[in-house]
């Protein structure tokens, strides 16, 4: 990769370049000028009408201008010549100039071993070296251009109708003619969040993202229903200030036995373990991307459906990646345990218990998971999008367990030092702008970053474009979500990283498996 000092001189450069080019055609206009002189036309009459001039020239009143035919045929052919000669040398820079800013471009766009690389899917995770390639390039790159705004009713009505065939919204559509007044409503609906995508496309490019905001299958939601139905992340505050416990039995085959020595009453501790920051030697030595779908950690994306149950989405994937860390083995745990066990409420909070759909915490999950011993596998306790009455988890098939878990800081470089040593983060964020996302990096401008309400995972980071305040690229977080593989790019986000953008680093939780 070409050093920060390399690109710094390069810049430089750049700038010289310009200011040379700039100070070169300004002496040119200056040397036309004095040596040109004014055209006039003469009329019928022999009036004089001065012509407005298509190029920037200053005019030379004082002109001394030869009033028979053979001086004005000799002043335009003298002026003639001279814009020739002004043309070609403006060619010449302006050529000269374009093949310049291409250079720069080449220079900060060109491959290297450690930029991103383009590759099919996990089976390119490495490259022929047996580096490891930045994975977040084998989402799906998007060509969706911005939604133009709705001009007139008939418009709205077609647009709408394709809308509802493309995402199937098939009962909807029945709604047209069996209950126009419901189908009014929803295209209402509809048009408002086409505005809204429009608006915060514009609103995530102030903010320096190349996220694209269109069309998804949340369009005929608005914003309370969407977060009433797709969000369950409960609000408390975040903390780092925790104390640990000691760990207990790993053996998997006995959940009792792992169970027993260990918390004897969940509120005689503060919850999780102290979170330690890396060392500058360890931050330092962090990669410059990291993804743990190359490295086989990250189950497929899943969907939580019409349910508040992202809360346990986040959770099982963070102890996914732990547990495979630990064992070496990628095991799909049960969401739905958590959704029909899991009441637990924060110490600090008593207010924030999990409660199935309606919403939960994932500090409180794993509180849980330590307490009982583990968590059982998706396969032996599938999810419903709903809760039952009654825990199973008895009759399901233990697949994974930690001993304990820790709230990571808010520096971002402490969360890249997490990830990489803890596996994938469960972290909160303010999806608002994810109900229009599409694809691209996000960068909300005005994303409330202390409304936290959904619960997703950060699998890895990386870094695309170029930034010239920053003299490097632009990073950025991947997450992954669980609306399902038609959501964003391939059911992934990608956000700003080291801005904080929608509260990505307010809540961050790690498991630990040691």
Not at 10 to 29: H, T, Y
Not at 364 to 386: C, F, Q, R, W
Not at 401 to 417: K, R, S
Not at 454 to 462: E, F, K, M, R, T
């Amino acid at each position: 990769m070409k050093s920060t000092r390399t690109k710094i001189v390069f810049f430089l450069f750049f700038l010289f370049s310009i200011a040379l080019l700039n100070a070169r055609i300004a002496n040119a206009r200056v040397v036309t000028t004095s040596s040109s002189f004014a055209n006039t036309n003469t009329n019928d009459h022999g009036a004089k009408v001065a012509s407005s001039n298509s190029v920037d020239f200053v005019h030379v009143k004082n002109a001394m201008i030869d009033r028979d035919d053979h001086g004005l045929d000799r002043a335009r052919e003298k002026r003639e010549e001279e814009e020739v000669a002004r043309t070609d040398s403006s060619s010449a820079s302006a050529s000269a100039f374009s093949a310049f800013v291409s250079s720069i471009r080449g220079f900060f766009s060109s491959s290297s071993d450690d930029d991103e690389v383009e590759f099919d899917g996990v089976d390119d995770a490495f490259d022929k070296n047996g580096n490891e390639n930045d994975l977040s390039t084998t989402t799906t790159t998007t060509t969706t251009n911005a939604l133009k705004r709705i001009e007139n009713d008939k418009e709205l009505r077609e647009r709408f109708r394709k809308f509802c065939e493309r995402f199937e919204k098939h009962d909807l559509m029945k709604n047209e003619f069996a209950n126009a007044e419901e189908y009014l409503k929803r295209m209402t609906v509809y048009a408002k969040n086409v505005e809204k995508a429009i608006e915060r496309q514009a609103d995530d490019a102030r903010g320096g993202g190349s996220a694209v905001h269109g069309e998804t299958k949340f369009f005929d939601l608005t914003e309370e229903e969407f977060r009433e139905n797709y969000l369950g992340l409960l609000s408390r505050a975040t903390t780092t200030t925790t104390t640990t416990f000691d760990d207990g039995d790993d053996d998997l085959e006995d959940r009792d036995a792992f169970k027993e020595g260990r918390v004897k009453n969940l509120k005689d501790h503060a919850h999780g373990k102290k979170f330690v920051p890396p060392t500058d030697e360890e931050v330092h030595k962090l990669p410059q991307y990291y993804d743990w779908r190359a490295r086989g950690a990250v189950t497929p994306v899943k969907d939580q459906g019409q349910c508040g149950s992202c809360w346990t989405f986040s959770t099982t994937g963070a102890i996914e990646g732990a547990n495979f860390i630990k064992t070496g083995k990628l095991v799909p745990l049960s969401e739905q345990q958590l959704l029909d066990c899991d009441v637990g409420c924060d110490p600090d909070i008593p207010q924030a218990c999990d409660s199935g759909c309606n919403g939960g915490l994932p500090s409180n999950a794993m509180e849980y998971i330590v307490e009982h011993g583990g968590l059982d596998t998706e396969e032996s306790y599938p999810y419903k999008a709903s809760k039952d009455e009654k825990c199973l988890a008895k009759e399901g098939k233990l697949g994974a367990t930690i001993t304990n878990f820790t709230f990571v800081g808010q520096n971002e470089t402490h969360m890249a030092h997490a990830l990489v040593k803890y596996g994938p983060l469960s972290i909160g964020i303010n999806a608002a702008w994810m109900q229009s996302y599409v694809g691209g990096v996000a960068c909300p401008w005005l994303c409330n970053k202390d409304a936290l309400d959904h619960g997703v995972l950060i699998v890895g980071y990386g870094e695309q474009g170029f930034a010239p305040a920053r003299l490097h690229k632009e990073p950025y977080w991947v997450i992954k979500n669980s609306w399902g593989m038609g959501w964003g790019e391939e059911g992934y986000y990608r956000i700003c990283k080291d801005k904080g953008n929608c509260g990505v680093n307010n809540m961050v939780v790690a498991a630990l498996n040691e």
